[in-house]
């Protein structure tokens, strides 16, 4: 990207939505604000659009945001409608009167942690997938399935088996240090399932339990280790099926929230290694991806990025 261009880049999740203005390899100003149930629902595009824009409000005044040249932006739900993902490319760039692309966020996230080339990224975050693409450009996806069928081994599953260890402890299973932090939702264990019913996304409140879970396993807990190695086996599957039929040895790197912590990540590591699989240090996150989407064109991702608008930079 020239030292001149200004780009908008948006990383539109279900648990929040980020926006940053980047000129060059600088940081203009940056937002963040809620998510959203994902482009591909009713009137998601619509919803996603508002999205930005009210988290675009939130950047600090008297930012370039007249003199953008470029859009890309990782929305939730992308892989679900193409129809509904170029029709929000197509609001975009008629807003702002630039090009515009619109990506997965999981695609952006591969794109911005291996810089457009081949190869394997696992994401864990309130969700899990992994997106490996070969070097024909095709992409190759397991798990990401959402809460009700998959996004196994994430802080969402992470939390929820936390939770539900929770309860068993209540009911006369195995004692868990869990049971203490969980005071901090509600005065009683019986009281969980209305404190979930009330939450506005109740993946999102799961999901934050599992810091919880995570300090509770890393200080000796049983219950908890029990359940943080379950989840790094499970994750390890997925990269496994993900990199199936790949060439020389399976590689991947590692994003998301989840394994922001060194404790759970040193355990995957592990996990993976025992699998065979090499980790990675990832060169950006979902936002890079984005940018790299806004400001090139002809990515090996190319046919899972929606575009609209002209005059593309090459």
Not at 134 to 151: I, T
Not at 185 to 209: D, H, I
Not at 236 to 262: D, F, I, K, N, Y
């Amino acid at each position: 990207m020239e030292s001149t261009e200004v780009i908008l880049v948006a990383d539109i999740g279900k648990s929040r939505c980020r926006v940053e203005l980047r000129s060059g390899d600088g940081l203009l100003g940056a937002a963040d604000h809620h998510g959203f149930p994902g482009v591909h629902v009713e009137n998601g595009p619509v919803a996603a659009f508002e999205l930005l824009m009210e988290t675009l409000s939130m950047l600090p005044p008297g930012l370039p945001v007249s003199t953008l040249t470029g859009i890309g932006a990782a929305v939730a739900g992308v892989e679900a409608s193409a129809e509904k993902s170029r029709e929000l490319a197509m609001m975009l760039s008629q807003r702002f009167g630039v090009p515009a692309a619109v990506l997965s966020d999981a695609t952006a996230a591969q794109l911005g942690a291996l810089q457009g080339a081949p190869g394997t990224t696992l994401i864990v975050g309130t969700g899990a997938v992994a997106f490996r693409f070969d070097e024909a450009g095709v992409l190759h996806r397991a798990d990401g399935w959402g809460p009700y069928l998959g996004d196994r081994g994430s802080g969402r599953w992470i939390g929820q088996q936390g939770l539900q260890a929770v309860l068993q402890a209540h009911d006369g299973g195995p004692s868990t240090s869990m049971s203490v932090a969980a005071g901090a939702l509600v005065e009683s264990p019986e009281l969980l399932p209305g404190w979930l019913a009330e939450q506005e996304n109740p993946y999102r409140a799961m999901a934050r339990f599992a810091p919880l879970v995570l300090q509770a396993a890393e200080a000796g807990d049983a219950v908890a280790r029990d359940i943080i190695g379950e989840a790094c086996r499970i994750l390890t599957r997925t990269v496994e099926l993900a990199s199936a039929g790949g060439q020389g040895t399976p590689r991947v790197a590692l994003l998301g929230g989840v394994v922001g912590s060194e404790f759970f990540a040193a355990l995957l590591r592990k996990s993976l290694a025992s699998a065979g699989i090499e980790v990675v240090a990832p060169l950006g996150d979902g936002l890079d991806g984005a940018a790299l989407a806004a400001t090139r064109r002809g990515l090996l991702q190319e046919r899972y990025i929606h575009r609209d608008g002209t005059n593309w930079p090459d």
